[in-house]
T-cell receptor, first 111, second 114 residues
């Protein structure tokens, strides 16, 4: 089955802890993206990567970090510096010039 | 940078009513435009897209959208909605083919009453 997987579906962490969200795709897409979805605010871009070993900050990159060591994988770390980390996180990928395909999302709750 | 505005936050319709969801964008150059849908508990999925050509684009499940360049708009329409169309709808814009930096609107929640 081709697609994007995100794990886990639900994640709970204590304040002050870093947490890494997984995103894997087997669509052979060059570009990958991380979005944050909050009620009434739509999707906001955190980071994106157009090619392995390269990534760019999106609109709300503060408090987040990413890596792109493999084409298939684009993990997102939510650091303790992120002031409001509780949210629904969506990963997406796209072929050059084509539409984005989305994963099922990870709901992160930080208490 | 481009931005997207969706005018309606929550739309409530009865089955068989017609639907039009507004989407305006700000970007001066060539754009690619998209409508995505998120059904309750499901992935975001593509409804339709516009890259070039006929400005009236048909998508899945009877949806269509019209690109009006002079108005910077890409409104989504459906002549007769069904209860199963209850979902959140997102408009998105990307600047041209080579720019992978896409922007989404805030979304419109559609509730269709049976």
């Amino acid at each position: 089955d081709g697609g994007i997987t995100q794990s886990p579906k639900y994640l709970f962490r204590k304040e002050g802890q870093n947490v890494t969200l997984s995103c894997e795709q087997n669509l052979n897409h060059d570009a990958m993206y991380w979005y944050r979805q909050d009620p009434g605010q739509g999707l906001r871009l955190i980071y994106y990567s157009q090619i392995v070993n390269d990534f760019q900050k999106g609109d709300i990159a503060e408090g987040y970090s990413v890596s792109r060591e493999k084409k298939e994988s684009f993990p997102l770390t939510v650091t303790s510096a992120q002031k409001n980390p509780t949210a629904f996180y969506l990963c997406a990928s796209a072929a050059q010039g084509s539409e984005q395909y989305f994963g099922p999302g990870t709901r992160l709750t930080v208490t | 940078a481009q931005s997207v505005s969706q005018h309606n936050h929550h739309v409530i319709l009865s089955e068989a009513a017609s639907l039009e969801l507004g989407c305006n964008y700000s970007y001066g150059g060539t754009v690619n435009l998209f409508w995505y849908v998120q059904y309750p508990g499901q992935h975001l999925q593509l409804l339709l897209k516009y890259f070039s050509g006929d400005p009236l684009v048909k998508g899945i499940k009877g949806f269509e959208a019209e690109f009006i360049k002079s108005k910077f708009s890409f409104n989504l329409r459906k002549p007769s909605v069904q209860w199963s169309d209850t979902a959140e709808y997102f408009c998105a814009v990307r600047g041209g083919y080579n720019n992978n930096d896409m922007r989404f609107g805030a979304g419109t929640r559609l509730t269709v009453k049976p």
